[in-house]
């Protein structure tokens, strides 16, 4: 139980996003005791898991949740389009170099408030309201999005 | 003075208005998500319409039983705070947000929508 984790794979179907959401609030919550990051890491599934969802070029999509060290790490993987990968990783740079998580959001809240395509606020929203840190990593046509938090040793020592 | 908002009676969302206390209010209950985006935004939209129409000093919007609210249902309320703010001043209407304070999602995306639209936005917990 020291490396508490959980993995999930299944054709992409937006309607099983809730599902594994509230899945994963209740597994960490079970693991590690503390609510706050409960919710956080279901916030960065749910709006992860979404994209992965809307933008999969195949039959398939993922997730697995690990704690892993003093970290909890979301990760999400899914094959897509050219297109996509290059708007992604251009969305994630543009964000990362922005030094104050929530006046991004702010601005992305301008930015996106008469857009009708999308939210375009999922990555802001885990960066801010979750205080997570977001990387990815590309192979090909595969991207696999990572958000990651420090997890308190206190709520380490319940999941032991 | 009627209210002319349907009422949503979904498996995963329901939302339901009425007219108290010279306020329109709005309680949504369950989850809003990709499944029930769609309906969100034609129930906002008509609330927006509605509080204009009959000239509503205030909108009560209640989250109290919403479990969760994604990305794409959180910018339909940032799109419904940018059409208000666009408003005149004398026709714009305030909106009081009732929030549970027990759920993460609502005390930080609460929190930056009132930041967004600091003049028009209350929260009350």
Same mark, same amino acid.
Request: aromatic residues 12%; proline residues 2%.
């Given at each position: 139980m020291e490396h508490p984790y959980f993995q999930v794979?299944?054709?992409?179907?937006?309607? %099983?996003?809730?599902?594994?959401?509230?899945?994963t609030e209740e597994f960490y919550q079970r693991m590690l005791g503390d609510h /706050?990051?409960?919710e956080k890491?279901?916030?960065a599934t749910? /709006?992860?898991l979404e994209n992965a969802v809307a933008y999969a070029s195949d039959d398939e999509t993922g997730v697995r949740v690990e704690l892993a060290d003093d970290q909890l790490v979301v990760k999400t993987w899914n094959r897509t389009s050219p297109e996509r990968l290059e708007s992604l990783k251009s969305a994630i740079d543009e964000m990362n170099s922005a030094a104050d998580a929530d006046?991004?959001?702010q601005v992305m809240m301008k930015k996106t408030a008469y857009r009708t395509d999308g939210?375009? %606020?999922?990555?802001?929203r885990i960066r801010a309201e979750a205080e997570m840190a977001i990387t990815y990593e590309v192979t090909t046509d595969r991207v696999c999005i990572q958000a990651r938090t420090v997890v308190a040793p206190r709520s380490k020592e319940v999941a032991t | 003075m009627t209210l002319d908002l349907p009422k949503l009676s979904?498996?995963?969302?329901t939302a339901e208005g009425r007219l108290a206390d010279g306020s329109l209010a709005v309680t949504f209950a369950g989850t809003a998500d990709s499944e029930t985006r769609d309906q969100l935004e034609v129930i906002t939209k008509q609330v927006h319409v509605e509080a204009l129409r009959l000239k509503m000093p205030e909108v009560i919007v209640d989250f109290r039983e919403l479990e969760f609210m994604n990305s794409s249902c959180f910018k339909i309320f940032v799109s419904w705070l940018a059409q208000l703010r666009d408003l005149s001043a004398d026709s714009q209407y305030r909106i009081q947000i009732r929030s549970n304070p027990n *759920? *993460?999602?609502q005390r930080r995306s609460l929190a930056a929508l009132s930041c967004f639209a600091i003049d028009l936005v209350t929260i009350q917990t």
């Open positions: 794979s299944f054709r992409p179907n937006v309607r %099983l996003v809730s599902t594994v959401r509230r899945f /706050e990051i409960s890491v279901a916030l749910h /709006e992860l006046a991004y959001y939210s375009g %606020l999922g990555l802001a | 979904g498996a995963v969302m *759920l *993460l999602w």
